[in-house]
């Protein structure tokens, strides 16, 4: 029992990694105003980012390319709905589409139609000598590949850099009224395009990390709408970097909960453990009771 | 408009070889059961010099329209890759008479509508045998993309397989809820290693290459499904269940090129080489040799047709 | 002389085919106060904007101390010494006094050293904040001061300020201007825009007035006086609307009443302490009080868009109401004026909606009330402030309603459209309707209340009509 | 025209060649002829009377539907996401009823179309209670509650709404009773199509013409002003709005059963719900607007199955030259917004 639990834990944290980032990068955009649905998009391309570079220039550098195409996807986005001020909605869905297509067409030029296979190498985990052998957490927290860490750091960061910096302020004053931002001398719609790109790259980092730390390999479509469960995160976070990091955890530890269900072989329809997350979270959502507050000018197009 | 230009489009047609069209449900590069059929295809255009056409669906909507585009434009053949097109094919064969359409898994038959079955669980059920064998734990995992009748078939032969070598032999069944989802694919498995499996047989097309991950890291043991995966993983794919679909697509093609396809359903199993049960040669050290043996034997007895796998409603096992 | 702190020159500014400017010029010495006077939409506010560096010129020059300077956005304006509180409030309501303060600048945001800074520049100019709080908890009054305080953290010498007494209670109004004053000395310099002409003439130095995007005026403050501002304003002597009507002409029977009404808001604090008042047909109370001390709650149980929380209200179901923020409370910015006019009805619309008769009325109440707009069918938004006001007040006044509650309906209107909004409310009182009048502008109370209810704390006293009474009371004094 | 706008046109000019330009690339790269893939996305999408009826509007028919369940929920302040489950759930309970149940053909499709509507409706209803009871924002419920319809129907269509078989992870087939007629013979035009339209033209004298209509744009554009000055109950108003809109889309589900897949599955929308977002926002949220845009969003799909099949552009590559042309279209969009603002000034 102690070992499904250990493995549930393990698995939660393993899970929650590339939502954390995902989730991160999001709750970034959205406090500077814009809602980013082409998340999945970033996703995607990162995770070929990483498969295309990875084989050849090892993690270090997939990781990296991962970053960079997950920014780059969120350029196109930042071109139409900051630059061209086009519906946030519409502009997200298309760059998703847009980004799920041309990953599988560059996918399949490098690889052919046999694809990939499992010929990327992966970021073991790098247990932390004395934590790791905590009983129970110590595996799940401190025996994680290098990405989870890293997901971890940003968490504190993201807070630190929002309330202490003045780019962090003028992030968040963006979001909430971009007019008075501008009155006070912030080019609003750098300020956005800087974290929809920003939120881009953490997106690409999370299609990394399914590659890099995870999978090992890289397949069609393999997001899987992690970035649209982001979206979900980030409100039930309350676009707070701390509350985004126990969300995504929650998410983790829902959909951890659903292979532990099904290996426990109980025998319930198996689409009741998958719905459970969202099941979850409606409840959590719900018993929260607290009103949550958005950016006050979330998804509003900011007229230059 | 139904079939006023395919008499023209079919005569055209005539002169430059046949003209072959596919539908599959999936993407292409899943390595499994999509680009098997796709690989079909391909080797249908080389062999034969048909003019060839492929169409990925995204949902029920696609399955009418286009096999009536098909059927208007003169196809001689239309392949829909999947138990799902069964009933859009028998619906729109009616209005297409010079069109061959194929639904492999259909078990409707008309004068231009036929089914090609697999019996896919044949190989499954061998995998059981020696996934049995050399599990020290005597916990067998089976992990699927979604429920689907040959997966859930191929589940139940597999584990009467295993049960026939280790009737204690305990299996894990379940499913991944999508086709796609490597890293849920490999989550899935590690929670099954986590109960003890230290053997998983997967039938998840792409996301099945996370559940192979996660053997390889957990140093477990993994059986392929669909294409030959021994390669994929040579440390720890103990064997593949191997549907030889480029063969099957093929063999259909030829029939109908050669003008002596009869509507049927064409069964296809072990005997015919379809589907086969191929031990990864680097690891059959790892099999014992008594369990080799009783793999021929048991072989031998299905390709004769003596013995008969009670798996599933239908004899049916593929999609 | 140096040369002047501020000096526009020959500004032209287009919107589309609005001609905003038209050449206008301004020159600000350092050292002094200087009043922008002008009608409403006269372009007061663009062409600070345009000093500020927010609105590039068509043409024309900014020079500040001598220079010549091309503000490419408000970050070179602030870089240059100046400073802007704007007409509508550019604070961002989720954030700290501190983290405005901060907004705009570089590296890391120290609290601490913000805080301190707020607490010192509030010790040095009496603007003071307690730097923790959240600006959308603060009093309007604060948040005035806050604009103030975020321009002097940035080392403004040259402080714009667009109407900044609009919000402010009379006391505070007169201590902000006062520090104004004070303040514009040495190397500091102020651009003061109001439409209260009493307070430019008392303290500023010098004037100088806009009609229609040009510079009509501009003078020293010495020897000027009223009426020569308004000629200079509106091209034409004012025609003052008087009160026809003797005070002792007595109001009829209650129409309005409170029965021991008390509200308490959602987080458990009184807002209002049990009360009781009437208000009667034919009269106009005036109700004073600082923001926040209970006058909006009053205003909304008498208008019947409030329940108390104990005790009960006699209210007649058509009761007008004019509150304080339109933009917020009462129009709907993106639809056209007619359905704007329909919204008053709307929870008691026939099914189908008589758009053709509504149209009809609209564009009666346009001409009737002298709203300026295009037509009925003109988006809300499309319409200044004061004609969205005069828009507000309408339709308020049509369908018979028999009584009328509003809130600063005079606020940011220049002279003669606030003097029409007055004859209006004159008019609604003598036709029998009962009046409930809020407004931060004691003088205007005074001008047309029959009686005045004052807000102090959430406690409602009912003072005799004169100016020292009703100032005394507004602080809690007995 | 001020200078922004010129910047803005010239950009917009810019992106159309950009656009156009990534098409050939991506087309060329690919080893395709870009000539033969637009004519084939042309041909397959209104290059003949058959491709207009039987792909073009019958793509279009769930996208007009749920493009008007969005708009109605939008018009009303309800960020209502969650048209694709209420959809799939729409589908489910037409299904049902017409499975279970068959009287003359009218009654019987006119049953179907009212079971889903009203199960779409009770689906939106679980996020509509939450927002109203609890406070959950409804962006975030229906999102979830769209996961939570495709593992219900998942499980459905292999529990107690299987065929008789029990084999396929499908239902049984509708009868001949159940199913939408034919519009026009010989082509795959049902009458669904033509009760959208219907729909839409409902849903704009509704919105134009009646109060109801008119409380409802009032409290999406200003639910303050609405309880203030109009007296509006808001939430009540919202509350009908979300469960109006979730029948609609319910609505379309079975509109979609009855007329093109007579029978219930799993995959049964390719993400019509979501489409539906960009229909209706893309037609400003002007009921008949999504007629065209839902028309227009149709033809892209049925001209990009065109060109897998006739140009062999693998499906990959056509959801790039898709998304690509969704880009375009919102690009031209702000230019036409632009040009329309430039004049206004002159
Ligand atoms: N962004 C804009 N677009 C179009 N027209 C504008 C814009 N800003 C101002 N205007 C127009 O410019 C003119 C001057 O407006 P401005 O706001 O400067 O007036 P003001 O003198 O400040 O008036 P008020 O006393 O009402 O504040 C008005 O006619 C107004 O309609
Ligand atoms: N973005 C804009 N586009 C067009 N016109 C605008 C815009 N912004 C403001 N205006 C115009 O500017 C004028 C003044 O706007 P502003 O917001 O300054 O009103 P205001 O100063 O509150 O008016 P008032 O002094 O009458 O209360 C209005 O007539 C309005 O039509
Ligand atoms: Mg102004
Ligand atoms: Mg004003």
Known sequence: ?304 | GKGEKPAAAGHDAAKSGIRVALLTPGPISDQAWNGGAYAGLMRIKDSLGAQVSHVQTKSPQDFDENFRQYGSQGYDLVFGHGFEFQEAAARVAKDFPKTIYVTTSGHTVAANLAGMDFAFEEGAYLAGMVAASVSKSGILGCIGGTELPPVKASFKAFELGAKSVNPKAQVLTGYIGNWEDVSAGKEQALAYIARGADVLFQNADAAGLGIIQAARERKVFAVGANADQNGVAPETIIGSVVIDLPHALLTVAREVQEKHFTPRVISLGLKDEVVRWTVNPKLANAVPANITKSVDSVRALLRSGSMHLPVGATSDSSR | MSAPALELDAITKRFGAVTALDGAAITVQAGTVHALLGENGAGKSTLMRIAFGMLVPDAGAVRVNGAARRFASARDAIAAGLGMVHQHFSLVPALTVAENVALGGHGRFDRALIANRVRELGDATGLVLDPGAAVSTLPVSAQQRLEILKALARNARILILDEPTAVLAPAEARDLLQWVKRWATGDHAAVLITHHLRDALSIADDVTVLRRGRTVLTRAADGLDESTLVMAMLGEPLSQGTDERARETLAGSTVLALHAARVVDARGVQRLAPTTCAVRAGEIVGVAGVEGSGQAELLRLLAGRLSPTSGSVTVPPSVGFVPADRHRDAVVLDMPLVENLALKDAASAPPWMPWRQLRGETSELLAHFDVRASGADAEMRSLSGGNQQKFVLARELTGAPTALVVENPTRGLDIRAAESVRSRLRAARNSGLAVVMYTEDLDEVLALADRVLVVHAGEVTEPALDRDAVGRAMLGAR | MNTSALRDVSVVAALTMFALLLLTIILAATGHDVGDALTALARGSVGSWDALLSGTLVRATPLLIAGLAITLAFRAGVLNIGAEGQLLMGAAAATALGLAWHGPAWLTVGGLLLAGALAGGCWAAVAATLRLRFGVLEVISTLMLNFVAQYLLGWLVRGPMQEPTRIYPQSATLDTVARLPIVIPGSRLHAGFLLGIVLAVALAILLRRTAAGFRIRLVGANPVAAVSAGRVDAAVVAFGAFIASGALAGFAGAVEVSGVTFALYENLSPGYGFSAIAVALLARLNPLGVIGTAVLFGALEAGAVSMQRDAAVPSVVVNVVEAVLILLVVATDRWRAQRLTAQAGT
């Open chain 1, 1 to 304: 029992m102690a070992d499904a639990l250990g493995a549930f834990l393990e698995g939660t944290v393993r899970t929650a990694t590339p939502l954390a980032f995902a989730a991160l990068g999001e709750a970034l955009v959205e406090r500077s105003g814009v809602i980013n649905i082409g998340l999945e998009g970033s996703i995607i391309a990162g995770a070929l980012g990483g498969v295309v570079t990875a084989g050849g220039a090892g993690t270090g550098v997939g990781l990296a390319a991962a970053l960079v195409a997950g920014a780059a996807v969120a350029a196109v986005f930042a071109l139409f709905a900051v630059k061209l001020r086009a519906d946030q909605i519409i502009t997200g869905t298309a760059v998703t589409l847009l980004s799920l297509g041309l990953t599988g067409t560059l996918y399949r030029s490098a690889f052919g139609t046999g694809g990939a296979a499992l010929g990327t190498p992966t970021l073991g985990p790098l247990a932390i000598p004395g934590l790791s052998a905590i009983p129970l957490v110590g595996p799940a927290l401190f025996a994680q590949p290098i990405t989870t860490y890293l997901a971890m750091a940003l968490v504190p960061l993201a807070s630190w850099w929002l309330a202490r910096t003045h780019a962090g302020l003028a992030l968040r004053a963006c979001g909430e009224n971009p007019a008075a931002a501008r009155a006070a001398g912030i080019a609003v719609g750098r300020v956005q395009t800087a974290a929809i790109i920003f939120g881009g790259a953490l997106g690409g980092l999370a299609g990394g990390t399914l590659v890099l730390a995870q999978a090992g390999t890289f397949v069609e479509g393999m997001s899987a709408g992690r970035g649209f469960i982001a979206i979900a995160i980030v409100v039930l976070g309350r676009w707070q970097p701390l509350g985004v990091g126990l969300a995504a955890l929650l998410f983790g530890a829902a959909s951890a909960l659903q292979f532990a269900f099904q290996a426990m072989g109980w025998q319930l329809p198996y689409q009741l453990f998958l719905a459970s997350p969202y099941l979850l979270t409606l409840l959590a959502l719900a018993l929260a009771r607290s009103r949550f507050v958005a950016p006050a000018a979330l998804g509003k197009i900011v007229e230059a």
